[in-house]
């Protein structure tokens, strides 16, 4: 598995939350995004204390919030963005 920097992991976890209007749990957010326990404690704390992510203590679960959805778009084009940039510079 490559390097993920910190941004690609936090988008990662975003993602996973952000698929069901139900929200994501712990366990999924771990197993999707590929981390250990305390990796996941770790960005999931720097996700709450962004306002990337919000958890409802009702059902337990983890959702993206509205900052987070435009951290995913602002990620997904810059994604994009670099792709094409590889893509032009392996066909020089």
């Known amino acids: 598995m490559k390097y993920r920097s910190r941004s690609e992991i936090i988008a990662l976890i975003l993602e996973t939350a952000a698929r069901t209007n139900e929200g994501a749990t712990k366990t999924k957010v771990m197993y999707t995004a590929f981390l250990s326990h305390t990796q996941l404690e770790r960005y999931l704390t720097i ?3 962004g306002g990337l992510i919000e958890f409802q203590e009702a059902t337990r679960t983890y959702r993206t919030t509205e900052k987070g959805l435009h951290f995913l778009q602002i990620s997904n084009q810059l ?3 670099i792709s094409k940039r ?3 510079n392996r066909t020089m």
Do not use: H, S
């Open 47 to 49: 996700a709450l204390e």
């Open 79 to 81: 994604d994009g963005m």
């Open 86 to 88: 590889d893509g032009a």
